[in-house]
């Protein structure tokens, strides 16, 4: 079992950039495959990107590709969402969350923190 804990989230403008952080708890994180997925307000959640097991494979969702950088750091049983470029489009709650190595479905997520980007 892990329990995810994301940070980071905030109020900017258009531009500007933020670093979203989630937490793990529990001595497997290496193993776990983590992912963000964001929800915008009247929209169904959606995925963002990914990063595998081995760090060596991310992968992003299309509206985020080429301005968003996922990454972990297994010695601090963390993950991090670097945000550049940032527009109104991308205001929406972030959610993190965890599957066990290349499992079918994500499993454990956290509670979500708020992203809001002004104009």
């Known amino acids: 079992q892990v329990q995810l804990v994301e940070s980071g989230g905030g109020l900017v403008q258009a531009g500007d950039s933020l670093r979203l952080s989630c937490a793990a708890s529990g001595r497997t994180f290496s193993t776990y495959t983590m992912a963000w997925f964001r929800q915008a307000p009247g929209k169904e959640r959606e995925f963002a990107a990914q990063i595998s097991w081995r760090s060596s494979i991310t992968y992003y969702a299309d509206s985020v590709k080429g301005r968003f950088t996922i990454s972990r750091d297994n010695a601090k049983n963390t993950v991090y969402l670097q945000m550049n470029s940032l527009s109104p489009e991308d205001t929406a709650i972030y959610y993190c969350?965890?599957?066990?190595?290349?499992?079918?479905?994500?499993?454990?997520w956290g509670q979500g923190t708020q992203v809001t980007v002004s104009s």
């Open positions: 969350a965890a599957k066990y190595f290349d499992a079918s479905k994500y499993d454990h």
